[in-house]
């Protein structure tokens, strides 16, 4: 991998969460996993293990991926070794993203949300709402 150097003047990074990467310069692997499970209720209430993370077949399937065909390789010739960024602005990454500035030879990303809501009869929730007795995170 030829190296260059990467240099950047301003970034802005509000929100970096699960798993995401933020990498400035080369480099040669970057792995990155995330396992989500959201649960969602109309109501208030949790139960502890309510469900059980391992349940869930999304989770333990294998990763699927094809790597490049054996035999061939790449060669890049650089006219400026300088990798430049002026101003960069990032609201935010989630769930085994990757902000990368620079050369990356292998990477493997992979993130798997599992997303439940349970929402209760649409008049019951109307009537709620009209009652303003809905909680105010819903």
Do not use: C, W
């Not at 969602?40 to 333990?60: A, G, N, V």
Request: no cysteine.
């Amino acid at each position: 991998m030829p190296v260059r150097s990467s240099v950047v003047d301003n970034i802005h990074l509000t929100t970096l969460l699960f798993s995401s990467v933020f990498n400035i310069g080369d480099v040669e692997n970057i792995a990155s996993r995330a396992n989500v499970l959201v649960v969602q209720h109309t109501k208030q209430f949790f139960f502890l293990d309510e469900y059980p993370f391992l349940s869930f077949p999304i989770f333990s399937e294998p990763l699927h991926f094809q790597l490049g065909e054996p035999g061939h390789s790449v060669q890049t010739f650089h006219v400026n070794p300088v990798i430049h960024v002026g101003n960069l602005s990032i609201i935010g990454t989630s769930a085994s993203a990757v902000i990368q500035i620079g050369s990356l030879v292998n990477g493997v990303f992979d993130s798997r949300v599992k997303h439940i809501r349970h929402i209760e009869n649409i008049e019951n929730v109307k009537n709620m709402e009209t009652k303003n007795l809905m909680p105010k995170d819903v």
